[in-house]
């Protein structure tokens, strides 16, 4: 059975860091792409970043570009969210999702997410 | 970026009712596109990719279709369960993006 179980989220200031990590396991992590993706309070989907497989090939949405850093240790099952320079529109549910295949970038199993709250 | 538009936001209907949703894309994306359904408190659950492909599991009242710039998700028979809402996202490039959400309530 996949499995996605983030944890890491928490209250944080304004100008501040936290790290988030999704542990997966039910499938060979090494082989599939993993994406980031958050939701504010009451609002809807946003999608915040992708890595590939290997690890080579990284995308970011604009509002992040710069601030955060997806990573991922593939002997460890574990994708990472390095998240600088937090600002409080940042506040948001993140989920971890899976690549569906090497042909479909859409997202098959998701993780229950972690709420991160930038406030002061 | 392409942005993608859905509507309506918010759907009333009954049960057995039959429901379309539509999303349309700023520009075409060919057939890179996938529905989710997300009921409160929970991650979003994937229904249909490649604009018309059911996914593994998921109930044969959920049907997707169209390409290029116009596409919809259609519930055929609501049941109590499927009051949630609703998401396209594209895949055509990144970033991806997502639609605004579609909620079905009950009527």
């Known amino acids: 059975e996949v499995q996605l179980l983030e944890s890491g989220g928490g209250l944080v200031q304004p100008g501040g860091s936290l790290r988030l990590s999704c542990a997966a396991s039910?499938?060979?992590?090494?082989?599939?792409?993993m994406n980031w993706v958050r939701q504010a309070p009451g609002k809807g989907l946003e999608w915040v970043s992708f890595i590939s497989a290997s690890g080579v090939t990284t995308y970011y949405a604009d509002s992040v570009k710069g601030r955060f850093t997806i990573s991922r240790d593939n002997s460890k099952n574990t994708l990472y969210l390095q998240m600088n320079s937090l600002r409080t529109e940042d506040t948001a549910i993140y989920y971890c999702a899976k690549k569906y295949s090497s042909n479909w970038r859409n997202f098959d199993y998701w993780g229950q997410g972690t709420l991160v709250t930038v406030s002061s | 970026d392409i942005q993608l538009t859905q509507s309506p936001s918010l759907l009333s209907a009954s049960v057995g009712d039959r429901v379309t949703i539509t999303c349309r894309a700023s520009q075409g994306i060919s057939s890179d596109l996938a529905w989710y359904q997300q009921e409160p408190g929970k991650a979003p659950n994937l229904l249909i990719f490649?604009?018309?492909t059911l996914q593994s599991g998921v109930p044969s009242r959920f049907s997707g279709s169209g390409s290029g710039t116009e596409f919809t998700l259609t519930i055929s028979s609501l049941q109590p369960e499927d009051f949630a809402t609703y998401y396209c996202?594209?895949?055509?490039?990144?970033?991806?993006?997502f639609g605004g959400g579609t909620k079905v309530e009950i009527k």
């Open positions: 996202q594209q895949l055509n490039s990144y970033p991806l993006t």
């Open positions: 490649a604009a018309s």
């Open positions: 039910g499938f060979t992590f090494s082989n599939y792409g």
